[in-house]
């Protein structure tokens, strides 16, 4: 009997460590709000609890600041309780109870205000945890509400705690327990979804490697519109080999060179007569990565997972900038490959409308956009041109991420049927057609 037992409970082990605890004192959630002309960041906190009818409730408080003065409007307001029962959240306030999460449903089941249907669940992986996430669909049409929301097991809804899940204005940026960041609400749509997979270690600088950027000319008389950055050979400074890169335009004509290296999957650039570190593909899931002599932006590594480019398995780090105390965006180092900008500049800090994004870290400030990467004349990740030495035009490429992102505009909102000319959001950067 008693063996019985414990076999019936090794069974359900794995259902109970997929219920992730909702509720944790000091636990915290940030929303961004606009209603585009006004920004404005809600944060909730759990502190303290209390009993309503029985049953013991997390206290609930929050805070609404504008986002560009700093100015408080509301400071630690209470706003009511949350009861937890299984996978079920209850909302608690004088007026009753109000059933607002349960991550127990199926796809096709209706959630409790009938406003929407479950479409789809899958589990995604974010800061060395696998939640459930659920993908609801409206049940009504409304202009003024994006038809897709999503609710994450041990987290909340995407577009309000308290729920309004459809409010299009309003998006989670990001929720802490415990002090630390468990959980970003940026890109929820491209969530990685699995951990990262064993991959063959791929050399940054290799020899026969080219990265392709795309230059935009206006404004910059004389710069090639295409150029391509490639290993070239070999130098030493001091006890120090470095490898040479040289930027040639399509004319043949060289643009610039850059030293770089790497060792033990850190890239070091050789800048202002010594070598600073500018990538680091050893980090893990709760690492940061502080650019030098920039103490008020940083990179906190949420996600480690892998990504799969021209048959080639690529370990991808998946990091969420910080400016200033604020986190903006998401944006990725691959192994092998680089960054988002290849390997001109780790990462943009640019908040342009331009696509042709200005990297301001970069020690060369133009405007190009990073095409692909290419390695012994085939391409790896990306797209490159026939018409500048490469010899692939039409490269096959599967990632991890979702074919055709969606677009938003800049009030947070999905658009379905984008006019030609316009500025959007999509992938987590904007986008101009």
């Not at 490898?243 to 610039?256: H, N, P, T």
């Not at 001109?344 to 060369?364: H, K, L, R, T």
């Not at 692909?372 to 030495?389: A, P």
């Amino acid at each position: 009997m008693i063996m019985k037992k414990v076999l019936f409970l090794l069974a359900l082990l794995p259902q109970i460590a997929f219920c992730q605890s909702f509720l944790a004192e000091g636990k915290s959630w940030t929303y961004y709000w606009t209603n585009g002309l006004y920004k404005a960041n809600f944060k909730y906190v759990l502190s303290g609890d209390t009993i309503i009818n029985g049953e013991r409730c997390s206290k609930v408080y929050f805070t609404m600041e504008d986002q560009e003065t700093g100015n408080i409007k509301a400071n630690h307001s209470y706003a009511g309780a949350l009861l937890e029962k299984g996978q079920q959240v209850f909302f608690v306030n004088e007026s009753g109870k109000q059933l607002l999460y349960d991550f127990g449903l199926k796809v096709g089941d209706t959630i409790s205000d009938g406003s929407a249907v479950v479409s789809a669940i899958d589990d995604i992986y974010l800061m060395g945890q696998t939640r459930r996430r659920l993908t609801l669909t409206a049940t009504f049409s409304d202009p003024l509400i994006c038809p897709i929301s999503y609710w994450v097991e041990g987290v909340g809804g995407y577009k309000g705690l308290l729920g309004d899940y459809w409010y299009s204005s309003m998006r989670l940026v990001s929720c802490s327990e415990g002090g630390r960041c468990v959980f970003t609400g940026l890109n929820i749509e491209d969530m990685p979804t699995k951990a990262v997979e064993q991959t063959e270690k791929s050399a940054l600088l290799a020899n026969g490697k080219v990265w392709q950027y795309h230059l935009a000319t206006s404004g910059f008389d004389g710069l090639p519109g295409y150029l391509n950055l490639s290993v070239t050979g070999d130098t030493q400074i001091g006890d120090v080999k470095w490898r040479i890169l040289s930027a040639m335009g399509a004319d043949g004509k060289e643009f610039f060179r850059k030293l770089m290296r790497e060792e033990g999957g850190k890239v070091y650039e050789y800048l202002n007569g010594h070598g600073q570190l500018v990538m680091d593909f050893s980090l893990e899931v709760g690492d940061r990565f502080v650019p030098a002599g920039a103490a008020d932006r940083y990179l906190d590594v949420i996600a480690v997972d892998t990504l799969v480019s021209a048959g080639q398995a690529h370990r991808r780090l998946i990091l969420l900038q910080t400016i200033g105390g604020v986190s903006t965006s998401l944006t990725s180092w691959v192994e092998g490959i680089g960054g988002d900008f290849g390997i001109i500049s780790p990462v943009s800090w640019s908040d342009d409308d331009n696509p042709y994004q200005v990297a301001i870290d970069s020690p060369y400030p133009y405007s190009y956009q990073f095409d692909g990467c290419g390695f012994d004349g085939q391409c790896i990740y990306g797209q490159l041109l026939d018409n500048v030495g490469v010899g692939v035009a039409t490269p096959r490429v599967s990632t991890v991420q979702p074919a055709a992102a969606p677009l938003y505009d800049l009030q947070g909102r999905r658009v379905q049927q984008p006019m030609r000319h316009g500025v959007y959001v999509c992938g987590g950067k904007k986008v101009v057609r």
